[in-house]
């Protein structure tokens, strides 16, 4: 049986991106690590994880006709996950309606055989991986805002130094 490695995402548009690359470029003297390219920089919805061929077919048709309902979020902090060694962006707290999106995501999921995991939603950006000082830098830049109005989701490949992400289907915006 094959399988592809997969998850849905909101992906920043490129001047948010490169904002956020910023964040790792200033972070990354006090914390160490490997800052994440640029074009990876997404917010992760559903992690799926490897998913049988089939099945991820099934996802990628499926997945223009889902709409997410707009929203908005502050990127207003940096945040560490000690034990895997990630420096983090993120909002200080979640807001409802990104709340209501992951959970109506894994409702739809569940139409396909695919469970939610057990632990809670922390939306995050991953901005650097491997750090040294899993003490995040003091103060945070300035909050960004995060428009969002459609989720993608992504094929995850794993390569020497890293991984490379691929786009295979998007939700509409709504009208």
């Known amino acids: 049986m ?5 998850f849905f995402a909101l992906w920043p548009s490129p001047p948010l991106a490169a904002t956020l ?3 790792a470029e200033q972070a990354r003297p006090h914390c160490g690590g490997r800052i994440m390219r640029t074009e990876t920089l997404h917010l992760t919805l559903a992690f ?4 049988d061929t089939m099945l991820a077919d099934e996802l990628a048709a499926a997945t223009p006709e889902q709409r997410l309902t707009p929203g908005a979020m502050d990127v207003a902090h940096y945040g560490v996950f000690a034990r895997q060694r990630i420096l983090w962006a993120g909002p200080r707290e979640t807001p409802a309606e990104l709340q209501a999106a992951h959970d109506g995501m894994w409702q739809w999921l569940a139409g396909f055989g695919l469970a939610a995991p057990p632990q809670p939603f922390r939306p995050h950006i991953t901005l650097l991986r491997n750090i040294e000082n899993t003490h995040p830098p003091e103060p945070a830049p300035e909050p ?10 992504v094929a995850s490949e794993s390569l020497t130094g890293g991984s490379r992400y691929r786009v295979v289907a998007q939700s ?4």
């Open 172 to 175: 509409r915006p709504q009208a």
């Open 48 to 51: 799926l994880g490897p998913v």
């Open 144 to 153: 960004l805002a995060w428009r969002y109005d459609r989720m993608v989701l």
């Open 2 to 6: 094959s399988t592809v490695r997969l």
């Open 21 to 23: 690359a910023g964040w």
